[in-house]
C-alpha cells in the first residue's frame, strides 16, 4: 500500500536548521500528485506549512515559515524536501508529508495551504524538537 515516508526530524538549538526528506514507498504517487509538509504541535490540529506543484515549478508557504523554509522536488528520485532554518521553538511538532491530487490540469499548481485534510498518504511523521 503506498505510503510517503518522512525521514531526517530530530533535536536542534534555536536557531539552526534541518532537512526533512519524503519518499514514497510500497507504491509510487502519478504525475498529478502535489506535495505538502505538515505539521502538528502538541495539542494543535495540523497544519500545512509548505507544498509543491507535482511539476516542482511552484511553491507555497505559510506566513508562519515565509522566509525559513524551502520545499524542493528531485521528481527523479520522488523525494520532496523541506528545509527549514533559523528554527524556533515554535516550529516544534511532527512534521508530515501528504501528497493531494490536482488532475490533469494541476501540474504547476501548489497544493491548497487551507485545507489539510485534502492530503493524503501521509506516514509516521518525524518529529522536530527545537529547544537549547
Known amino acids: 500500500q503506498l505510503q510517503l515516508v518522512e525521514s531526517g526530524g530530530g533535536l536542534v538549538q534555536p536557531g539552526g536548521s534541518l532537512r526533512l526528506s519524503c519518499a514514497p514507498s510500497?507504491?509510487?504517487?502519478?504525475?498529478?500528485?502535489?506535495i505538502g509538509w505538515l505539521r502538528q504541535a502538541a495539542g494543535k490540529e495540523r497544519e500545512v506549512v509548505s507544498g509543491?506543484?507535482?511539476?516542482?515549478?511552484?511553491?507555497a508557504y505559510a506566513d508562519s515559515v515565509k522566509g525559513r523554509f524551502t520545499i524542493s522536488r528531485a521528481n527523479a528520485k520522488s523525494t520532496v524536501y523541506l528545509q527549514m532554518t533559523s528554527l524556533t521553538p515554535e516550529d516544534k511538532g511532527v512534521y508530515y508529508c501528504?501528497?493531494?491530487?490536482?488532475?490533469?490540469?494541476?501540474?504547476?499548481?501548489?497544493?491548497?495551504?487551507?485545507?489539510?485534510?485534502?492530503?493524503?498518504?501521509w506516514g509516521q511523521g518525524a518529529q522536530v524538537t527545537v529547544s537549547s
Open positions: 510500497g507504491g509510487f504517487l502519478d504525475v498529478y500528485y502535489s
Open positions: 501528504g501528497a493531494v491530487s490536482l488532475g490533469p490540469g494541476g501540474g504547476s499548481r501548489a497544493p491548497p495551504l487551507d485545507m489539510p485534510e485534502e492530503y493524503g498518504y
Open positions: 509543491i506543484s507535482s511539476y516542482g515549478d511552484t511553491t
